[in-house]
């Protein structure tokens, strides 16, 4: 009793004329940036284009900045292999745990140490032996870094003259390799704050809400734990995660929007910030704020 709710209109199936007009009053107006042309939603595919951008524009300036830091402080910054490692940084909203490249440093320094002592042996098939002990590697251990293989690449047969451990090229390991990863999840990280504040509100320009909500009208601590609550009550499956269906029910209850599975799949889609098909608690509440959002 005396639940407020909310009316949902998704711009996308509305015509070019009805975009035109302007919010009825007491609405908040959140986007006229929709329309559809022989079946293509620019609504839906706008902000993963514009986060595409974001992302590869990120990604080419930051390995030219190391490139140019580089050769500034005569300090080495900048390898190849930082290349590939830039596409695993920058290809979802937030950068991936670091574990897959602390075990990939890890095994390439002893992997390429060791084959190093049968490169006679290897002769011209060095980068086949390399690549298959790196992909039996990387299966078992469930993280790929592609850079790791470059760095076993470089120990094993790129190294120079040295015979023994303790002659082993340190240096290589601090720059480029360390210092370059370092600079680049950097750039990655800040990079995110702005792609994650660009999605949401092109996700939040997507929609007409009516009314104040509940939720909307709580603050603090007290909407985390409402949402935490709602969270947790429809994460059927305990796993800590929502999946689309979990979403699309969770959204009906909190905000009363009844969504089609397609616009709860659309909208997952904008706020999966790891890009991994499904909502933490975090995604979740990013999602509300969105609908939220006043303009």
């Known amino acids: 009793a005396g639940r407020q709710t909310i009316t949902f209109r998704p711009l996308a199936r509305l015509s070019v004329n009805n975009m035109k007009r302007k919010a009825p009053s007491g609405q908040r107006r959140v986007s006229v940036l929709a329309f559809e042309k022989k079946g293509f939603q620019l609504t839906r595919n706008l902000p993963t284009l514009i986060d595409a951008f974001l992302a ?27 290349v590939s490692s830039a596409l695993k940084l920058f290809m979802n909203i937030k950068p991936p745990s670091m574990k897959a490249f602390y075990q990939g440093t890890v095994f390439a320094i002893f ?8 490169r006679d042996t290897m002769g011209s098939h060095s980068n086949l032996v390399i690549l298959f002990v790196c992909m039996i590697f990387f299966k078992l251990s469930g993280g790929i870094w592609g850079g790791a293989m470059s760095l076993t690449t470089f120990y ?14 340190i240096r290589y390991i601090f720059f480029p390799w360390l210092s370059g990863h370092a600079l680049l999840y950097a750039s990655a990280s800040a ?52 999946d689309v269906d ?15 599975l397609e616009d709860s799949q659309a909208i997952l889609d904008m706020v999966d910030i790891d890009g991994n098909g499904i909502l933490n608690f975090e995604d979740f509440s990013a999602s509300v704020d969105g609908l939220l959002i006043r303009s």
Request: glycine share 8%; charged share 25%.
């Open 191 to 242: 990079l995110s704050v702005v792609r994650l504040r660009v999605r949401h509100h092109l996700f939040a320009r997507q929609y007409f809400l009516v009314k104040e909500t509940l939720v909307d009208s709580l603050s603090g601590d007290l909407r985390d734990e409402k949402l935490r609550e709602a969270f947790d009550r429809f994460d059927t499956s305990g796993d800590g995660c929502l």
């Open 246 to 260: 979990e979403f699309r029910i969770a959204l009906r209850s909190l905000l009363g929007v009844d969504l089609s």
């Open 56 to 82: 590869a524009a990120g990604a080419a300036c930051s390995i030219v900045f190391l490139q140019m830091l580089g050769d500034a402080m005569h300090i080495p910054v900048y390898g190849s292999f930082l």
């Open 111 to 118: 992997a390429g140490t060791t084959l190093r002592f049968y």
């Open 156 to 169: 094993a047969v790129e190294s120079g003259d040295w015979d023994s451990f303790q002659d082993l090229p």
